[in-house]
């Protein structure tokens, strides 16, 4: 395709409720949306980095400045260009990969509405459906907790992922036991809150025959990982640690992981997102797919990755009433514990152009 533009978009969409994890507590959405524009047809993007550089480096306003002073201009340079050389074309640019995840997204997007192919198709899916769980804050109380928990499994949620950090982590999971049952399938989330001193405060959660806890030690203490699997029974799952395919393979190699949780912006793209389900499938290594808080945009991508035969494990890809009274595109809606893949073309939704707009703070346009 040729590319002739691009549009920057920040939104602000206000959650549900306020959703808290070791990092801190959000209580609105405050998104980098992309529009790439090319001779054939168009294409959306969305750039998942958050307001402030907790859970990565990466921040919304940084990825804007990025994109806008080199990332869509390095673009400019190919007179044709798919979707498959934006990460070449943006190499030399040493990190921001959840930037260059929303351009080549946007890219994806435009080249496969043109060719009118389903962005599952491209990728390789295997199922029409995906299990969704979901994934719970930290809480003020026991209570508000278990409270949170019913309902989800009420709304037919197949899998519950607890937030946890030091001081709400052994007891929380051990009311939801009790109250619910060891049918529920349930994990937990410690965002890198936990060092390796912990460790036998960790194996304390081994009773409680959890799935996994997700990245409870720094995003590169990869060694520290590996002898944490030495310590504890319950499987360690790496999110923050897993930047690439390499990274990946790497942390498999050395023994740090057993499941690994798959965000294609924080890897750089649904490309090498694909490429570390591939890896992960060739050691025989379980993956989902996480989430960070998408529009209908994000989610409806997130959707089609977690599609492939390598996503044995449900991820946190809610629909869409989780985490938003009203999103930009068409709600998705929980059935039966799963959401449906997005057949039309591209990622298969589009913003609903009102909703998109109540919602716009603003706009920049970048011709190439």
């Known amino acids: 395709m040729k590319l002739t533009g691009v549009e920057l978009r920040r939104i602000r969409l206000p959650l549900v409720a306020p959703f808290r994890t070791s990092f801190g507590t959000e209580t609105e959405r405050e998104a980098l949306l992309l529009r790439v524009v090319a001779d054939e047809a168009e294409g959306w993007g969305e750039c998942v980095a958050a307001v402030d550089p907790l859970y990565s480096s990466e921040y919304a306003d940084a990825a804007a400045d990025v994109l806008s002073r080199f990332l869509i201009p390095a673009l400019a340079a190919h007179d044709r260009l798919s979707a498959n050389a934006v990460a070449p074309a943006l190499a030399r640019f040493k990190g921001h990969r959840m930037a260059k995840a929303a351009l080549e997204m946007g890219v994806l997007d435009a080249e496969l509405r043109a060719l009118g192919r389903p962005l599952a198709q491209e990728l390789g899916a295997a199922h029409d459906r995906v299990p969704c769980g979901v994934s719970v804050g930290i809480m003020s109380s026991i209570g508000e907790l278990l409270d949170a928990v019913g309902g989800y499994l009420d709304e037919g949620y197949v899998r519950i992922k607890l937030k946890i950090e030091p001081g709400w982590d052994i007891e929380p999971v051990r009311a939801v036991r009790e109250r619910f049952g060891d049918d529920v399938l349930l994990q937990v989330d410690a965002n890198t809150a936990y060092t390796r001193?912990?460790?036998?405060?960790?194996?304390?959660?081994?009773?409680?025959?959890l799935l996994l806890i997700e990245q409870p030690l720094d995003e590169e203490d990869?060694?520290?990982?590996?002898?944490?699997?030495?310590?504890?029974?319950?499987?360690i799952c790496l999110d923050e640690s897993i930047t690439s395919a390499r990274a990946a393979a790497d942390a498999i190699r050395l023994g740090a992981c057993s499941?690994?949780?798959?965000?294609?912006?924080?890897?750089g793209g649904y490309l090498e997102a694909r490429r570390i389900h591939d890896v992960c499938v060739a050691h025989g290594v379980p993956v989902w797919c996480g989430g960070m808080l998408e529009t209908g945009l994000g989610r409806?991508?997130?959707?089609?990755?977690?599609?492939?035969?390598?996503?044995?494990?449900?991820?946190?890809?809610s629909a869409s009433d989780r985490y938003y009274r009203t999103d930009i595109t068409t709600p998705f809606v929980l059935g039966d514990g799963h959401l449906p893949v997005p057949t039309g073309p591209g990622?298969?939704?589009?913003?609903?152009?009102?909703?998109l707009k109540a919602v716009t703070t603003s706009t920049q346009w970048l011709p190439l």
């Open 197 to 209: 001193a912990d460790a036998r405060h960790l194996a304390r959660l081994d009773p409680f025959d």
């Open 222 to 235: 990869i060694l520290g990982h590996a002898e944490l699997t030495k310590a504890v029974r319950t499987p």
């Open 259 to 267: 499941i690994v949780n798959v965000k294609p912006g924080r890897v």
């Open 300 to 317: 409806a991508a997130n959707i089609a990755l977690a599609a492939l035969p390598g996503f044995t494990l449900p991820g946190d890809t």
């Open 347 to 355: 990622i298969g939704v589009m913003p609903l152009p009102e909703e």
